[in-house]
Nanobody, 127 residues
Framework: QVQLVESGGGLVQAGGSLRLSCAAS????????MGWFRQAPGKEREFVAA????????YYLDSVKGRFTISRDNAKNTVNLQMSSLKPEDTAVYYC????????????????????WGQGTQVTVSS
C-alpha cells in the first residue's frame, strides 16, 4: 500500500500562486510514477500533471502548461505541484495519486491506471 497526504491548498486571487505537496509513505516511493488530478463541482475528475519515477519525464493538461510545474523528491518521498497564474477555472479539489503498478516505465493520464489516492486538498481561485 501507498499512503498519500496532500497539503497546501487554499484561497487565492486570480493571477496568484499556490504550491501543493503530497507526502507518500508505505512502499518505495521512487518505484511509482505520480500524478495530480482535480475535480471541480459537478464535473468529472480530470488529469492535471504526471511525473515519471525518476522525475525525468513530465506531462501536463494543455490548459495548465506553462503555469503548473510538477516535481518530486524521491529522498523525501514527496511530489509537488507549483501552480502560478491561477485562474478561477482552476478551482477544484486537487488529488495526488500513485501509479497502480510499481516499476512502470511510462506515465499515464488515465485515472484508472492510478491505484492510490490522497484525500484531496481544496484550491479556490477568486476572480
Amino acid at each position: 500500500q501507498v499512503q498519500l497526504v496532500e497539503s497546501g491548498g487554499g484561497l487565492v486571487q486570480a493571477g496568484g500562486s499556490l504550491r501543493l505537496s503530497c507526502a507518500a509513505s508505505g512502499r518505495t516511493f521512487s518505484n511509482y510514477a505520480m500524478g495530480w488530478f482535480r475535480q471541480a463541482p459537478g464535473k468529472e475528475r480530470e488529469f492535471v500533471a504526471a511525473i515519471s519515477r525518476s522525475g525525468g519525464n513530465t506531462y501536463y493538461l494543455d490548459s495548465v502548461k506553462g503555469r503548473f510545474t510538477i516535481s518530486r523528491d524521491n529522498a523525501k518521498n514527496t511530489v509537488n505541484l507549483q501552480m502560478s497564474s491561477l485562474k478561477p477555472e482552476d478551482t477544484a479539489v486537487y488529488y495526488c495519486a500513485a501509479d497502480l503498478y510499481s516499476g512502470r516505465y511510462y506515465i499515464t493520464v488515465d485515472s484508472k491506471e492510478y491505484g492510490y489516492w490522497g484525500q484531496g486538498t481544496q484550491v479556490t481561485v477568486s476572480s
